[in-house]
């Protein structure tokens, strides 16, 4: 039976545990009281801090009774993860934590599937939660006050968490498609071209777009990597630009990793190889303000890529496709790869574009399998979109 997590360090916040843990028994909902303190605790837990250290590949010595309390927080969120993974009973899971309780929690929350509730309240959640969301779906609620004994904001706060925490887990969502899923990536100058695509397909596969803003396209790989996709149109790799150029929405090295790992069909193309992404204009390093910039809003600031830097990307994209054995396409739009790089555009640098071009045809190893396909319109352009659609219909039948 599926059972509700309530996780936290049980040494520093055994009291709003059990207060936590009272709410959510008033529901009327199965539960299991989780310690994942680094300290001694006379909590009276379900699953002690000892059960879940002993989860550690070092074993339970390598996360209880160390004197650095940051080795042990460390530890402690390596072993939560490896115990919740080999769960098969979480139906949901909220977790009360500062500093480290949160680090610890979410470093667990984050192995656990998508769609099962996750629930943080967290006195960091006000802040940066990347490090601790990072690409999951956890709901971090701010703690207000510290958690640091029961008070009568904490009292609220706790108890509209564990109200909403039951609340998902009581009504699970019943309109699960039942189509196939495919995963697409956009950025703002693709939207006509991705939208396109995704109007064209729809009728046939459960199209998921997503944002090319360095977390999208590691969501996208992570989904294909967990048996989700059944493949991928990555009409925008631009997460590459921000992973080799130093701009703030980077994708990890591992970019196009799943696509090998999995064999997905796969139909990918240059879109907004055009642009590196940095802040407001006063964020960008001041070796670079000189460079053609585009201030696409008042936080963000687009730099156009060089023909040097477009040989770069073009040689680092075909080397990771050329490890891809799967069906692979990879569309070239001749006319510009964004709405800026177009005759008139901010961007528009035929130069640097055909630098991308060629060095994407000198470095993949075209196959039967492994295949270029140049196309003589602009990447918006409907014909593009009807060739990319195209494209995958034909890969994915196979």
Same mark, same amino acid.
Do not use: C
């Given at each position: 039976? /599926?059972?509700? $997590?309530?996780?936290?360090?049980?040494?520093? /916040?055994?009291?709003?545990?059990?207060?936590?843990?009272?709410?959510?028994?008033?529901?009327?909902?199965?539960?299991?009281?989780?310690?994942?303190?680094?300290?001694? @605790?006379?909590?009276?837990?379900?699953?002690?801090?000892?059960? &879940?250290?002993?989860?550690?590949?070092?074993? &339970?010595?390598?996360?209880?009774?160390? %004197?650095?309390?940051?080795?042990?927080?460390?530890?402690? #969120?390596?072993?939560?993860?490896?115990?919740? =993974? @080999?769960?098969?009973?979480?139906?949901?899971?909220?977790?009360?934590?500062g500093g480290g309780g949160t680090s610890i929690i979410t470093a667990g929350?984050?192995?656990? *599937? $998508?769609?099962?509730? /996750?629930?943080?309240?967290?006195?960091?959640?006000?802040?940066?939660?990347?490090? $601790? !969301? %990072?690409? @999951?779906?956890? !709901?971090?609620? *701010?703690? !207000?006050? %510290?958690?640091? #004994?029961?008070?009568?904001?904490?009292?609220?706060?706790?108890?509209?968490?564990?109200?909403?925490?039951?609340?998902?887990? =009581?009504h699970p969502a019943k309109h699960q498609s039942s189509k196939s899923s495919i995963g697409l990536t956009m950025f703002g100058v693709t939207t006509p071209c991705v939208t396109a695509i995704a109007k064209r397909l729809r009728d046939g596969y459960d199209c998921m777009v997503f944002h090319a803003t360095g977390t999208g396209g590691r969501t996208m790989e992570k989904l294909a990597d967990s048996g989700v996709l059944t493949g991928i149109v990555d009409i925008t790799t631009t997460e590459i630009c921000d992973l080799l150029f130093g701009g703030v929405l980077p994708a990890t090295q591992d970019r196009l990793g799943a696509v090998a790992r999995t064999r997905l069909p796969y139909?990918? @193309?240059?879109?907004?190889?055009?642009?590196?992404?940095?802040? =407001? *204009?006063?964020?960008? *390093?001041?070796?670079l303000r000189q460079r053609n910039l585009y201030r696409h809003n008042p936080n963000v600031t687009l730099m156009r890529t060089t023909p040097d830097e477009c040989r770069i990307l073009g040689e680092w994209i075909g080397h990771k496709l050329n490890t891809c054995e799967g069906e692979v396409r990879l569309l070239i739009p001749e006319k510009g790869v964004s709405a800026l790089d177009i005759e008139g555009g901010a961007f528009f640098d035929p130069e640097a574009d055909a630098a991308l071009f060629l060095a994407l045809e000198t470095t993949i190893r075209q196959t039967a399998r492994r295949r270029i396909m140049r196309l003589p319109s602009h990447i918006n352009d409907p014909a593009f979109a009807d060739a990319a659609t195209a494209a995958f219909l034909e890969i994915s039948h196979h």
């Open positions: 039976m /599926k059972r509700i $997590y309530v996780v936290g360090t049980a040494d520093t /916040k055994a009291e709003e545990l059990s207060f936590l843990a009272t709410l959510i028994e008033d529901r009327g909902l199965p539960l299991a009281r989780v310690d994942v303190g680094t300290r001694p @605790s006379i909590f009276d837990s379900d699953i002690p801090a000892a059960d &879940v250290a002993a989860f550690h590949p070092d074993g &339970v010595t390598a996360v209880l009774g160390l %004197d650095d309390r940051g080795a042990a927080v460390a530890a402690m #969120g390596t072993a939560f993860s490896r115990f919740l =993974a @080999s769960r098969e009973d979480v139906g949901g899971i909220i977790g009360i934590g929350m984050r192995v656990l *599937p $998508y769609g099962i509730p /996750k629930l943080m309240v967290s006195t960091l959640a006000s802040g940066d939660v990347s490090p $601790y !969301v %990072d690409i @999951s779906d956890i !709901v971090m609620i *701010p703690a !207000v006050t %510290d958690i640091a #004994g029961l008070n009568g904001l904490s009292r609220l706060i706790l108890h509209n968490a564990a109200q909403a925490l039951a609340g998902m887990v =009581a139909v990918g @193309s240059v879109g907004a190889l055009d642009m590196v992404n940095f802040w =407001a *204009p006063e964020t960008i *390093p001041p070796q």
